[in-house]
Nanobody, 124 residues
Framework: VQLQASGGGLVQPGGSHGLSCAAN????????MGWYRQAPGQRRELVAA???????HYSGSVKGRFTISRDNGKNVVNLQMNSLKAEDTAVYYC???????????????????WGKGTLVTVSS
């Protein structure tokens, strides 16, 4: 399984930006897909996750500003980021998970498959 993220770049504070990630190598939809981020000197954190059924989870720091969506048939997960702040600057990673009984707490620790990160820099 390979996950390929795209969309990183430089964004001005208050701006919007989108990330997309396609997972290849699986004939089935992943039970959950998500986005994580890691800023310099900080721990990796779960930003948002979404299940096959459409249930979503957001970290408190992005709730109301970020929107996660997915195309189950294509195993694609997207992250729309609005009202970006300097503290959103980080390397963003997409991930996918096959656990049938996975929980948000478990996803916070990580998922089964990871893509390479893409850098989002929020700066004027």
């Amino acid at each position: 399984v390979q996950l390929q993220a795209s969309g990183g770049g430089l964004v001005q504070p208050g701006g919007s930006h989108g990330l997309s990630c396609a997972a290849n190598g699986s004939n089935f939809s992943f039970n959950a897909m998500g986005w994580y981020r890691q800023a310099p000197g900080q721990r990796r954190e779960l930003v948002a996750a979404i299940t096959t059924g459409g249930s979503k989870h957001y970290s408190g720091s992005v709730k109301g500003r970020f929107t996660i969506s997915r195309d189950n048939g294509k195993n694609v997960v997207n992250l729309q980021m609005n009202s970006l702040k300097a503290e959103d600057t980080a390397v963003y990673y997409c991930a996918a998970d096959n656990r049938i009984t996975g929980s948000w707490d478990e996803y916070a620790d990580g998922m089964d498959y990871w893509g390479k990160g893409t850098l989002v820099t929020v700066s004027s």
